[in-house]
């Protein structure tokens, strides 16, 4: 079948974990009981201000096309959103593109900036799209393998080892998922510079921004001078922190002819977002309601965090793990709860999913030797899977060498 489709989707394979998320629901629905730590979306239902001001656009008629880049009112939303963030920052509502979910916005970027004989670096372990959508691009994705002594980030160092001539791009997330890292203000910053110097794009994905457990949104590129932003383009949205990942709505934020270029391509895609969902959005980025259950969330968030990493350091001391500042994903190591270290992330996967929990092997994300366990679910929930997963690394551990 394979030879009848087109060169484009040659390195193309579905999502794994929608394919995770998917079979979980499928087991579900034949009786199995699964608890699902495998997507990555909020447990909490979207604020309500911002559910209103969806039900009331539908009422009020906004149901026909949008503009293509989005509605005035959410990009001038997302600015104020994104300038309280930094500072203050001035933000230009024109530079914005309103898309269906941020994924959308990074395939924009990528596909306007990116094409055949282009390298783009992207931090390994990663979100398993970032190197799909940079192949259908034709450009090549370059993985460069992150520190386990630096909670799986890179450093200029390793950003200049895989640098060459035809490198065009780098995708930087943070706080990043699969590992819930984030990258401080200071290694941004070296890391723009590095970008700058180079003649480097960075897409800088920043859908977690808001879900981060230091004091205020974690450190942005928007936070630094202007002279290192000539070549960035921000991802941002509404799914996350704000419990809106059915609604679609991405944001990017792009020097203008970048902007411009992004709105064409979308013009004869999608032709822009949901209309009604764009004005869910536009309250939810100002509303000083949903700017409070947005906190609640994170707080608990926070919670679980700390309830997670306590339990793996009492009750699996030797299981190593990336401590998470962000996000709400927690990456550990299963090579080594096997006497013979000879476990894989697929094949803990398998057997955690027959001990009732479904998570993603990291081969997903670049490396087969860790596990991305999501901590976006009930706090019942979430003791209930804790429960099973050390039951099954305690029955590992103990198995004959």
Same mark, same amino acid.
């Given at each position: 079948?394979?030879?009848?489709? !087109? ?19 499928? =087991? ?25 001001? &969806? ?20 990009? $001038? ?20 593109? @309103? !898309? ?11 596909? !306007?900036? *990116? ?13 398993? !799209? ?16 992150? /520190? ?17 001539k035809l490198v065009k791009g780098l995708i930087l997330c943070s706080p990043c998922n699969p590992t819930g890292a984030t990258y401080t203000a200071t290694e941004i910053k070296? @890391? ?9 794009? @960075? ?5 977690? =921004? ?7 949104? +974690? ?32 944001? $990017? ?17 999608? #032709? %822009? ?6 004005? $869910?959005? +536009? #309250?939810?980025?100002? /509303? ?22 306590? =339990? ?8 190593? *793990?990336?401590?998470?500042? &962000?996000?709400?994903?927690?990456? *550990?190591?299963v090579d080594g709860v096997t006497p013979g270290h000879d476990c894989t992330g697929t094949v803990f996967c398998e057997q955690v999913m027959a001990a009732g929990v479904a998570?993603?092997? %990291?081969?997903?994300? &670049? ?8 901590? +976006? ?16 690394? =305690? ?5 004959? +060498?």
């Amino acid at each position: 079948m394979s030879e009848i489709l !087109s060169s484009n989707l040659t390195y193309l394979k579905p999502s794994e974990t929608v394919a995770i998320s998917a079979e979980t629901k499928r =087991r579900q629905a034949l009786g199995e009981d699964i608890v699902d730590l495998s997507v990555g979306e909020p447990d909490f239902d979207t604020p309500k201000a911002a559910a209103e001001a &969806g039900i009331a656009a539908i009422q009020k008629g906004y149901t026909r096309y949008p503009p293509n880049i989005g509605i005035p009112e959410l990009r $001038a939303a997302v600015a104020r959103n994104l300038s309280l963030m930094s500072g203050g920052r001035a933000l230009n509502p024109d530079q914005i593109v @309103i !898309s269906s979910g941020s994924k959308q916005s990074i395939f924009n970027a990528c596909f !306007s900036l *990116f094409g055949p004989k282009d390298k783009v670096l992207i931090p390994s372990p990663a979100w398993v !799209s970032y190197p799909q959508i940079v192949h259908l691009c034709r450009a090549e994705p370059v993985a460069v393998p992150g /520190d386990p002594e630096w909670g799986l980030k890179v450093s200029v160092k390793d950003l200049e080892r895989k640098y060459d001539k035809l490198v065009k791009g780098l995708i930087l997330c943070s706080p990043c998922n699969p590992t819930g890292a984030t990258y401080t203000a200071t290694e941004i910053k070296a @890391i723009a510079g590095w970008a700058r110097d180079h003649g480097v794009w @960075i897409i800088a994905d920043e859908i977690y =921004r808001r879900i981060y457990y230091g004091n205020g949104p +974690a450190p942005s590129l928007l936070d630094l001078p202007d002279e290192y932003l000539e070549k960035v383009v921000l991802i941002y949205g509404a799914a996350k922190a704000y419990a809106m990942t059915g609604w679609r709505i991405g944001v $990017a934020y792009a020097p203008m002819p970048v902007a411009k270029a992004m709105a064409a391509l979308q013009s004869q895609t999608t #032709t %822009g977002a949901n209309h009604p969902a764009q004005w $869910a959005a +536009a #309250t939810a980025f100002v /509303d000083e309601a949903v700017e409070r259950d947005v906190q609640k969330m994170v707080a608990a968030f926070h919670l679980r965090r700390d309830r997670v990493v306590e =339990r793996f350091r009492q009750e699996a001391p030797g299981v190593e *793990f990336v401590e998470p500042t &962000g996000a709400f994903y927690f990456f *550990f190591r299963v090579d080594g709860v096997t006497p013979g270290h000879d476990c894989t992330g697929t094949v803990f996967c398998e057997q955690v999913m027959a001990a009732g929990v479904a998570m993603v092997p %990291g081969a997903a994300f &670049g490396d087969d030797h860790w596990v991305r366990m999501s901590y +976006a679910a009930s706090d019942k929930d979430l003791d209930t899977a804790l429960e099973r997963l050390f039951g099954l690394i =305690r029955r590992l551990g103990a198995r004959a +060498a």
